[in-house]
Structure formats: C-alpha cells, structure tokens
C-alpha cells in the first residue's frame, strides 16, 4: 500500500532570520525531568521483565508519573531534609499472562530506586523520598489494539500525532550543548553545581542571553563566598560552551533571584529543588529531542514511559525527529524541515493517516528537485518503524 506522504514548501522566514527565538532546556535533576526519567525507566524495565518471562512486551504506560515537592532546611556545610519528596508511579500494565503473574510494582520500585541512586547522588534512598506504586492494568479495548496486525506491525493505540523538526538552530544546539557539558565535564569536577538546572536561551537579533537556575548543594559550599564562586564558574564554563557554536553576542547569566546582600540564594541539600516547593510530572519539560522550542511545532503528548509498541505519542515524536535529522544530513538544499506524523486508532503504525513533510528549501533550491528524495526517507523509515522499539528498550533514545 502506498503511504500518504505529502511534501510541500514552507514559505516563511528562516528561524535564524527572525527576532526573537525561546528555547529551554530543564536538566536531569529538575522536578519535571525526573519524573521523565523515571516514568522511562519503569517502561524499560517493564519491556525487559516481559520479554523475559512472556517473549513479548505486554501492554503498559507509565506516563503518568508525578513528584510531590518536600521540605528541606540548607544549611553551608550540609542541611537537612525535614519531609521526604514523595514520588508516585501510577499508569497501566499488564500484571499476568498464560498463568504467568508478572511483578510489575516491585520491578517498578526497582527501577525507580536505581534511577535516582543514579541521577541524584546526594539524595539519601532511606530517609528524603518516600517512592509509591499505583500502577494498574489497561482496559480491554487498548489492550486488543496492542496486538499486532496479521502482517506483525503494530496498530496505533490512539488518533495521534507525532512532530519533529531539523535542523537545530544555534540557539537550540548551544542550550542542548550547556547542558551535556555540564553533566558530562563540569558537576564531576565541582560538586557544588546540583543536577537541577534550568537553561532558558533567548536569542534577541543578533543577542543570545542564557539565563540559567541552579540548584547548589550545600555541603559542597562552605559560605556565601564559595558558593558565589561556583556560581562564577558554571557562569564561566557555559560562557565558553556556548561561544563554541556560534558568533553572536552571547551574555550568560545565573541564578538571577539570588539576593548576595541578604544571603537569599538558591542553596539546596540534595542539588534538587523537589525536596523544597517544586513538584514534577511526566510531559511537562522537555519533548523528545531534549528541548522545549516554542518558535517550533511541537506535540503535547508525554514521550517517556510510553510503551515502545504502538504508543503514537513516543514513536511517532521519536520518529519524526529521527527522520528530520536524516533529510537534512542526507539531502542538500534543506534549510528547515518539520515533519508531522498522524495515526488513526486500530491502524498499522506504518500507514500513517498522513506524513505531513514541510520544507523550507535554501534560495538556490528547487522543491521538485528534492521532494523524491525526501519522500524516500521518509517512507523506508515508515517501513523499518519497528527498529525503534529495539533501540528504545536499549537506552539508545533519548526521551526527554
């Protein structure tokens, strides 16, 4: 069956040619991206547990996920926390098959323990979250759409749509490239700098300001001076980052709310602000290209703890992103491209109602030239859609 697959010019100005652009990126630490974290893990861990025991993923979403924000007293040296972060696991799985009971809350349990051991490592597993499980089974009618169709694709679960955009602007790749280095170089090297950060870019002109909120561990600050000079090095080392991609002004600012003369900063026990007034829940941070880009189209839906099956809200988001990013690498003369995929309930997941591709061709270009090319890709990656479950229950997708 040939697939509706329908590419056309976008006629608009080029994001880099507009004034202003917004892009923010919530870190691994914050509220919203734990919940993320975790709501992906427990579907991970779930994927393996079936696949071990039933040799086949079973029906469930964990998407539903929500922190609940404690109380904490930091203090220079090390605080306390007075009232644990309370985490809820809740959504739907599959709990027995041919006889077979299935675990699910304690391999939820399970995987919720080891991500944040090792997510956040100054948070005390015993004594400053309180972790519960709600998880219950799916209805009837979802769980007969979860089985595949005669020709072993899966059908959609839901009337849904999918969105990807490529490529990244240089705003979007300096917030997204701040953020890797500071988990991946910086915090090993300093302690003080907690995983919950929140990086907002602005791009005014020719002006990219980043205003960037992070969580300071106490116990790595000795006093107000040592604590301003780590708020001077994460200043300095996003500065130089950032620099790296791009030749426009760029001014970085952080932790913008500190009051230095009354003492009044952003000084945290556990380096996340849920252990004090912020909670969490899964969809509200960062879609599944790791960014939140309001200049973009983007989908509501909740990409982490969707079952990797036939979940159009995970797989057609990671899709269309994944197939943006192989027409621009693939074929030249692209300047933007997005790319919206929409299901129908029931339906095979690779015959999507419509693969909408919009282009924005570079001046020199002529669509006819590049539009077979373009559908091309996109229908070979339509017909290998079942790839990315595999690469899912593997880790090798990002989700938020």
């Known amino acids: 069956m040939k697939r509706n697959i329908r590419v056309e010019a976008l006629h608009q100005v080029p994001l880099e040619q507009q004034q202003i652009e917004l892009v923010e990126r919530k870190c691994i630490g914050h509220p919203d991206s734990l919940a993320d974290g975790i709501a992906e893990s427990v579907s991970r861990a779930l994927?393996?547990?079936y696949l071990e025991e039933?040799?086949?993923i079973l029906h469930h979403n964990t998407d539903q996920g929500e922190i609940v924000a404690g109380e904490s007293?930091?203090?220079?040296?090390?605080g306390k926390i007075i009232k644990p972060i309370y985490m809820l696991i809740n959504g739907r799985a599959t709990k027995k098959f041919d006889g077979i009971d299935i675990p699910t809350d304690s391999i939820a349990l399970e995987a919720t323990r080891n991500y944040f051991r090792k997510t956040l490592t100054n948070l005390d597993l015993?004594?400053?979250i309180i972790i519960d499980c709600k998880l219950g089974t799916g209805s009837t009618d979802l769980r007969d759409v979860f089985r595949p169709c005669q020709d072993n694709i899966p059908r959609a679960n839901d009337t849904s749509f999918g969105v990807g955009h490529a490529p990244f602007s240089e705003t979007e790749t300096i917030v997204k490239?701040?953020?890797d280095y500071i988990d991946e170089v910086l915090r090993p090297?300093?302690?003080a700098i907690g995983h919950d950060i929140k990086i907002m870019g602005l791009r005014d002109g020719d002006t990219i300001t980043l205003t960037l909120a992070c969580a300071m561990v106490d116990r790595h600050c000795s006093g107000l001076a040592d604590y301003c000079e780590n708020k001077d090095i994460l200043q300095e080392h996003a500065l130089s980052v950032a620099q790296k991609f791009t030749n426009r002004n760029v001014v970085v600012d952080v932790n913008t709310a500190d009051d230095i003369n009354s003492g009044s900063v952003f000084l945290t026990v556990t380096g996340t602000s849920a252990e004090m007034g912020d909670d969490g829940s899964v969809g509200r941070g960062n879609r599944c290209n790791g960014l939140i880009t309001p200049n973009r189209p983007m989908s509501m839906e909740?990409?982490?703890g969707k079952n990797p099956i036939n979940h159009i809200g995970k797989i057609y988001n990671i899709l269309a992103t994944q197939l943006g990013q192989e027409c621009?690498?693939?074929v030249d003369g692209i300047e933007e491209i997005y790319i919206r995929l929409l299901s129908q309930i029931g339906k095979p997941i690779d015959q999507p109602l419509v693969a909408s591709i919009q282009v924005l061709p570079s001046p020199e270009i002529r669509m006819p030239e590049i539009t077979a090319e373009i559908e091309g890709i996109i229908d070979e990656g339509l017909a290998n859609i079942t790839c990315i479950t595999e690469k899912i229950i593997r880790g090798e997708v990002r989700t938020f």
């Open 47 to 49: 994927s393996l547990a």
């Open 54 to 56: 039933c040799g086949a």
């Open 73 to 78: 007293i930091p203090k220079y040296g090390g």
């Open 126 to 128: 015993n004594r400053d």
């Open 177 to 179: 490239a701040v953020s």
């Open 189 to 191: 090297k300093y302690p």
């Open 302 to 304: 909740a990409t982490s």
């Open 328 to 330: 621009v690498q693939k």
